[in-house]
């Protein structure tokens, strides 16, 4: 991924200064041309669409984390009494760490499903991702190589693997990576399951799937993925992340000719009893989403609104809060270049949020004079048990 010049390096947020009630002032110490990957997020919804390279591009400029991101046990299993154990210890069947630190993938799906009920505490919420970022794809080779190595069988004749082929042997000039599926797994909390259907993502049997979704509406949608990268050796070894805890988007399909961006994030909590050593609760999350604008005109206009969606208990207060917090009132921001104003951003929380467990500042701020346009990161920290699903809605252009 392609930040900032190295050069004129910019880490350009310096300083917040107040001016009354709401009113700050941002200095930037430096400038720079804005870089190729959020020039896209100028482009029409339909254009990032019908490129899924683009729009994987797009979706890779976030950056999500979560407080527990080392994970400390290599192998989790069915927690059924001594016979999770059992089968664990002696039949191999459990979920086996890639690596020690959780792991960000970005991808196009390319199948979703859902249980149809819970089985055990298990109701999983899935996502099979294939990638056009070789970056991604490379990664997922890895795992591959381990499922051969593991050499395990599902026990479904249907699923049984032939480790002489693709993906476990590979030629590197002929890569079809449609062959290197990710899968991505999520039990969420039960009592949040129907309410996710309507107001996040589908989760419902029966109710529809990604097109059919008002946040999505797109059969094949670009997301993003952040969770533990493994082995689930309950069938053959397959590659997963599972438990995801951070799923982010951005909204787009063939035929949004429209400019106005709308992310998606939900941090969640794997809820079923089989990682309690991969996902704690309460969460405790941060994200950098991107966000550009084309200057002119009423420079007063440069909105990003913020709206909670769904949420567990928020704790009163964050660890090391960021630099705002979520608050009843909006904030306007006066960007300053060289003494002189060259763009008024405001934050506009729409519910508002009435609570200490939701905190933001911005990063690696850019204003680029020749194409006139404002650049950075919206860092945003969350604490909360459960989850938390959340929007932001700007118009670029």
């Avoid at 020690?100 to 999983?124: A, C, I, N």
Wanted: hydrophobic share 35%.
């Amino acid at each position: 991924m392609r930040f900032i010049s190295p050069i004129l390096f910019i880490f350009v947020l310096t300083f917040f200064s107040t001016e009354g009630n709401g009113q700050y002032q941002i200095e930037l110490s430096s400038q720079s041309a804005i870089s190729e990957e959020f020039t896209y997020l100028l482009w029409s919804n339909q254009k990032i669409s019908r490129n899924d390279t683009i729009n994987e591009s797009i979706v890779d400029l976030v950056s999500p984390t979560v407080s527990d991101s080392i994970i400390k046990r290599k192998i989790q299993h069915h927690k059924l009494g001594p016979i999770g154990w059992f089968i664990s210890t002696f039949a191999g069947y459990n979920w086996r760490a890639a690596s020690l630190k959780k792991e960000k993938f970005v991808g196009t799906v390319t199948r979703h499903s859902r249980s149809g009920e819970e089985q055990f505490t298990e109701y999983d919420i899935n996502y099979d991702i294939i990638f056009h970022l070789k970056k991604y794809l490379y990664r997922v080779f890895y795992a591959f190589d381990l499922q051969r190595k593991y050499k395990k069988q599902d026990f479904r004749p249907s699923h049984r693997r032939d480790f002489s082929k693709s993906p476990y042997v590979r030629d590197s000039a002929q890569i079809n990576n449609r062959d290197y599926k990710l899968h991505c797994e999520l039990t969420p909390t039960r009592v949040f399951r129907d309410p996710l259907n309507h107001l996040f993502y589908p989760t419902i049997p029966g109710g529809g799937g990604p097109k059919e979704h008002p946040n999505i509406l797109n059969e094949f949608p670009t997301f993003g993925f952040y969770g533990v990268f493994c082995s689930d050796c309950n069938h053959s070894c397959h590659p997963e992340i599972h438990p995801y805890e951070w799923i982010w988007w951005l909204k787009n399909n063939d035929q949004d000719t429209s400019q106005t961006k709308e992310w998606y994030f939900g941090l969640f909590h794997e809820a079923s009893n089989r990682m309690k050593k991969w996902s704690s609760n309460p969460k405790i999350g941060e994200v950098k989403i991107p966000f550009v604008f084309q200057l002119g005109g009423d420079k007063n206009m440069n909105l990003i609104e913020i709206s909670p969606l769904l949420m567990g208990q928020l704790n009163l207060k964050v660890d090391k809060p960021l630099a705002f917090m979520a608050t009843a009132t909006n904030s306007t921001f006066q960007i300053n270049y060289n003494g002189k104003a060259v763009s008024n951003l405001t934050v506009k929380f729409s519910p508002s949020i009435h609570f200490q467990a939701f905190s933001y500042d911005f990063q690696a701020l850019n204003y680029d004079p020749q194409k006139n346009v404002l650049s950075g990161f919206l860092h945003i920290k969350i604490q909360v048990k459960d989850l938390f699903a959340f929007k932001v809605k700007y118009q670029p252009v």
